[in-house]
C-alpha cells in the first residue's frame, strides 16, 4: 500500500519468514553456524531456544535455503502439536515415504528404509521442528528421542534440529535421556542497539529503498520501544510507513514514532518508553 510512496519494490517489515530479509547479526550468525556445524559433523541434535519474535523460524528457512535438494533430504515439521503416531508419520510423509499407515511399527520401518536409502546415496537427512515447545506431551518428545538411535557405529543416520521459545528447554531437561543427546545448543537473544539500526536499513535495502527513510535520531526510541526483538520491530517500522504516507512525511522521525507507539498502546506505556514519548 506504502511501497510506491517510499519507492520499495515491496513491504520491508512483513513478519513472514523470508530467507532473503535475514539478517546475521552476531547472536544470529552464530546459531546459524552451529546448525551448520551440526548437520556437516553429524552430531545428531542440535536445540536453538529464544524469545518470541527473535527470528528462531527465519532462521531456519535460512537455514533450509542453504541446504541443497542434491545432498540433502529435509523435513520441515512447522506445527508439532500432533500425537506420536501422526508425528511419526509427518516425518515419513516429508521424507517422501508412504505414510499412510498409523501403524508405529511400519512407520519405524518405512523411516529406516529412507534413512539408509539417503545414507547410500550419500545424502544427508535431517529433520527440523519448528515451535518445539507446543509439542504436547512426553510420548511425542520419546519419539524423538528415538530417532537418535538410527545411527551406525560411527555416524548418525539424521541430524535432528529444535527451535523452540525458552520453555522448550525446561521441556527437554526434564527428560535426560533426550537431553543428554543433545550436542548443540544456542540460546537467542534480542538485537543490540546498533544491531536494531543496521537491521532496519538492512531490510529497507532489500526491500529496494534508496535512503533510509528513517531518522537517526529515530533509532534509539525504535530500540527502547522494541527491546531489539525483531518482529516487534518489524510491526512499528511497518506502522511507521503507513504513518508516514498518510502525513505525506519525506522522513519518519520521533514524532510519527511517537503516534504509532502512543495509537498501539494508548496511555498504558512502559515507564522507560513514557520518558521518551513524552
Not at 547479526?25 to 529464544?50: D, N, P, Q, T, V
Not at 543416520?157 to 535426560?176: C, F, H, Y
Request: hydrophobic share 35%; proline share 4%.
Amino acid at each position: 500500500m506504502y511501497e510506491e510512496y517510499w519507492g520499495l519494490r515491496e513491504k520491508p517489515f512483513e513478519n513472514t519468514p523470508n530467507p532473503r530479509f535475514f539478517y546475521h547479526s552476531r547472536e544470529h550468525e552464530e546459531a546459524f553456524a552451529r546448525l551448520i556445524y551440526a548437520i556437516r559433523e553429524r552430531k545428531g541434535a542440535a536445540m536453538i531456544s529464544g524469545e518470541y519474535g527473535c527470528g528462531k523460524t527465519l532462521l531456519g528457512r535460512a537455514l533450509m535455503a542453504e541446504l541443497t535438494d542434491s545432498r540433502y533430504d529435509v523435513a520441515v515439521l512447522s506445527n508439532p502439536k500432533l500425537s506420536s503416531s501422526q508425528f511419526l508419520k509427518e516425518v515419513v510423509h516429508q521424507l517422501g515415504g508412504n505414510g499412510a499407515s498409523n501403524d508405529k511399527v511400519t512407520l519405524m520401518h518405512t523411516l529406516n528404509e529412507i534413512l539408509y536409502g539417503n545414507f547410500r546415496r550419500d545424502k544427508e537427512t535431517v529433520i527440523l521442528i519448528d515451535e518445539a515447545q507446543a509439542i504436547p506431551d512426553e510420548e511425542v518428545f520419546e519419539e524423538i528421542r528415538l530417532l537418535l538411535n538410527f545411527q551406525l557405529n560411527d555416524r548418525f543416520l539424521l541430524t535432528l534440529l529444535l527451535l523452540g521459545q525458552p520453555e522448550l528447554r525446561e521441556k527437554v531437561e526434564k527428560i535426560p535421556q533426550l537431553s543428554q543427546r543433545i550436542a548443540i545448543r544456542y540460546h537467542l537473544k534480542g538485537l543490540t542497539y546498533q544491531e536494531t539500526q543496521t537491521y532496519v536499513k538492512h531490510r529497507l535495502k532489500i526491500a529496494g529503498a534508496y535512503y533510509d527513510m528513517f531518522d537517526d535520531p529515530s533509532y534509539p526510541l525504535i530500540f527502547e520501544f522494541t527491546g531489539g526483538v525483531p518482529r516487534k520491530i518489524n510491526n512499528l517500522c511497518d506502522l511507521c510507513l503507513f504513518e508516514g504516507l498518510g502525513e505525506r512525511a519525506t522522513r519518519i522521525g520521533n514524532a510519527i514514532i511517537k503516534n504509532v507507539i502512543e495509537d498501539l498502546h494508548g496511555k498504558y506505556l512502559d515507564e522507560n518508553i513514557q520518558q521518551n514519548v513524552g
